[in-house]
């Protein structure tokens, strides 16, 4: 079992930052890929990015790719998500999951059926 736990979640005005934080515990973090998903009201959970376990690779979203950036550190079992000039559409709830894949390609990682284990999700919203 992992069990992941989300924050730095807020309200924050359009064209300002927030950098969200996911702590693993559990079993070894390092043999996870990780990724982040958000869900807005009345819509499905989308895919924003994700990273292989060794973090050598990144996948992003088209709508947040060059706005947000993902990143991990296997010392401290965390994975961040770093979001730069949000626009009030990036308004959702920000989950971040884990999946353990052998070969962790981009389709897989970019499908949130793949990932085993979720936090319960914080909330970001941009006022324009």
């Known amino acids: 079992q992992v069990q992941l736990v989300e924050s730095g979640g807020g309200l924050v005005q359009a064209g300002g930052s927030l950098r969200l934080s996911c702590a693993a515990s559990?079993?070894?973090?390092?043999?996870?890929?990780m990724g982040w998903f958000r869900q807005a009201p009345g819509k499905e959970r989308e895919f924003v990015a994700a990273?292989?376990?060794?973090?050598?690779?990144?996948y992003y979203s088209d709508s947040v790719k060059g706005r947000f950036t993902i990143s991990r550190d296997n010392a401290k079992n965390t994975v961040y998500l770093q979001m730069n000039s949000l626009k009030p559409e990036d308004t959702a709830v920000y989950y971040c999951?884990?999946?353990?894949?052998?070969?962790?390609?981009?389709?897989?990682?970019?499908?949130?059926?793949?990932?085993?284990?979720w936090g319960q999700g914080t909330q970001v919203t941009v006022s324009s």
């Open positions: 559990g079993r070894t973090f390092s043999g996870y890929a």
């Open positions: 990273i292989s376990w060794r973090g050598g690779s990144t």
């Open positions: 999951a884990a999946v353990s894949i052998p070969v962790p390609t981009r389709s897989r990682l970019t499908n949130n059926d793949e990932y085993d284990y």
